[in-house]
Structures are given as structure tokens and as C-alpha cells.
């Protein structure tokens, strides 16, 4: 079953912008980690953040995680029409387990 | 970085035909990998966990003798869709893990299914 949660489902901005998506989830985790999708695509990693972490940094993107409150944000700054595409997050539970992932949100950069 | 090769991209086939998708890790030995579905607009469902040298273990909902999966290798894992039918038609990914625990998946690209 569907254990995260991504708000907004669908974001439309202007290039430039700063875009922030927003993922919960429902029980204890080991890691929380952000993929993008362009459509039809396979995923591409973007960052994993652990469960004792609680902010992490690559490049335009910035993730904070908030173990008590059960959720994740995802910052790209200065946004490219070339980010347009899908954004889940995923978590695991524990060691080798399978990922669980949230419904994604769908970003739109308008040039 | 960590490739996994996912082939074929895009198969499309008349029902009752059985279609084999194959998910490679290039340059790291995978125990396990996991093969996902997911629908136009949707995300990623969990079909199931394949373990190399072992069954796989399947999620609730999902019938092993329809999608049959072997991780014969610590490289390759398999998934058959048997005697397709159009309600099959979807996108499956394979992901794999290099390390156990605290390391990302790597997905392949997926595959596109179209049963005619």
C-alpha cells in the first residue's frame, strides 16, 4: 500500500522560481530518498536522506527531513524549464527492503 | 555511478503472448532487485522482491504464475509476463540495490507493454 503522501500533485511555475514539494509518511523509516521521473521514463535518484539526518544539500536541490512530524520537503531553487517533470519520494523501512513510494507531484517550469 | 540496464524499452504484442523484460545491474552485483508497475499518472506499486538463487516474493494482489520472475544471477533478474492480456499493458521498472541497506536504488528505464 501507498505509504507516502506528496502535496501539491501538480505545480506549475515560472522559471527561475523556487519550487517546494512536500512528502509524509505513516510509519517509522530508515531512509527517505527523492527520485525524478521525466515521463515515460525510468526514475532517476536525486537524493537520500537518512533517518537521523535532518537536512541535505546537492547542488540547486535541498531536502529536510522531520522524523516527528513524519515528512520531507524538496527545494529546487532557481528552477529550469528542463526541471519539468515528476518528483516522488520513496522510503524504506529497513536494510534491503523494497521502496515505498509516494504519488509524486507533477512539476511544470514554464520558460 | 550504478547503471541498471532494463531491456526491451518498449514491446508490443498480441494477447496471449508471453513477453520476457529483463533487468541488468552493469556494474554491481545485486542479491535482491524489485520490479514495479505503474499506470498512466500514477506511481510506483511493488509487484515483488526478487532474490537471487531463491523464489521471489511476491505482494498481496499479485499472481506469481502470471508474472514469473528469475534472478538467476547476482546481475540479472527476469520478469515473464505470461499469456499477456490487454489489462497487462503498463510500465514495469526493475530496481536494484548495490549494497544492503543505506544505499540508493538504481531503476532501469522500464518497459513499455502494449497488449493488442
Known amino acids: 500500500s501507498q505509504q507516502g503522501e506528496e502535496d501539491p500533485q501538480a505545480l506549475s511555475i515560472q522559471e527561475g522560481e523556487n519550487a517546494t514539494m512536500n512528502c509524509s509518511y505513516k510509519t517509522s523509516i530508515n531512509n527517505l530518498q527523492w527520485y525524478r521521473q521525466n515521463s515515460g521514463r525510468g526514475l532517476v535518484h536525486l537524493i537520500l536522506?537518512?533517518?537521523?539526518?535532518r537536512e541535505k544539500h546537492s547542488g540547486r536541490l535541498r531536502v529536510t527531513l522531520d522524523t516527528s512530524k513524519k515528512s520531507s520537503s524538496l527545494l529546487i531553487t532557481a528552477s529550469r524549464a528542463a526541471d519539468t517533470a515528476s518528483y516522488f519520494c520513496a522510503t524504506d523501512a529497513s536494510g534491503n527492503t523494497p521502496l515505498v513510494f509516494g504519488k509524486g507531484t507533477r512539476l511544470s517550469v514554464i520558460a | 555511478g550504478a547503471v541498471v540496464s532494463q531491456h526491451p524499452s518498449r514491446v508490443i504484442c498480441k494477447s496471449g503472448t508471453s513477453v520476457k523484460i529483463e533487468c541488468r545491474s552493469l556494474?554491481?552485483?545485486?542479491?535482491?532487485m524489485f520490479w514495479y508497475r505503474q499506470f498512466p499518472k500514477q506511481s510506483l506499486m511493488l509487484m515483488a522482491t526478487s532474490n537471487e538463487g531463491s523464489k521471489a516474493t511476491y505482494e498481496q494482489g499479485v499472481e506469481k504464475d502470471k508474472f514469473l520472475i528469475n534472478h538467476a544471477s547476482l546481475t540479472l533478474s527476469t520478469l515473464t509476463v505470461t499469456s499477456a492480456h490487454p489489462e497487462d499493458s503498463s510500465f514495469y521498472i526493475c530496481?536494484?540495490?548495490?549494497?544492503?541497506?543505506?544505499?540508493?536504488?538504481?531503476f532501469g528505464d522500464g518497459t513499455r507493454l502494449s497488449i493488442l
Open positions: 556494474d554491481f552485483q545485486a542479491t535482491t
Open positions: 530496481s536494484a540495490s548495490a549494497v544492503f541497506g543505506n544505499q540508493p536504488q538504481h
Open positions: 536522506i537518512r533517518s537521523n539526518e
